[in-house]
Nanobody, 122 residues
Framework: HVQLVESGGGSVQAGGSLRLSCAAS????LGWFRQAPGKEREGVAG????????YYSDSVKGRFTISRDNGANRMYLEMNSLKPEDTAKYSC????????????????????WGQGTQVTVS
């Protein structure tokens, strides 16, 4: 059973920064999702296999940066200027299909998921 592993979550004050990491193989399609209590899962960012294409939700654009290191088989989410509304459980997701602008934010598009890491902003 293939599963991704996230790390780097924690508690931070508003305006602070965190960097999430995901141990993932060289999937061509990788993404970060988050889910807060009582809310639907939200696609936060997506990145293609060659890092040429990146996508962000409007809620994090300009504050978060997704990146990947294929040599180290890792994906990252650099989160700056964090806000209390960023509080959620963050999960990384992967798929062998090609990342597209119309699919990266759809959870059903990804076949492989991590357990998630909690981010709390106060």
């Amino acid at each position: 059973h293939v599963q991704l592993v996230e790390s780097g979550g924690g508690s931070v004050q508003a305006g602070g920064s965190l960097r999430l990491s995901c141990a993932a193989s060289r999937y061509p399609c990788l993404g970060w999702f988050r889910q807060a209590p009582g809310k639907e899962r939200e696609g936060v960012a997506g990145i293609s296999g060659d890092s040429a294409s990146t996508y962000y939700s409007d809620s994090v654009k300009g504050r978060f940066t997704i990146s990947r290191d294929n040599g180290a088989n890792r994906m990252y989410l650099e989160m700056n200027s964090l806000k209390p509304e960023d509080t959620a459980k963050y999960s990384c997701a992967a798929d062998w299909s090609r990342l597209t602008s119309s699919s990266w934010y759809r959870g059903a598009y990804y076949a492989i998921w991590g357990q998630g890491t909690q981010v709390t902003v106060s």
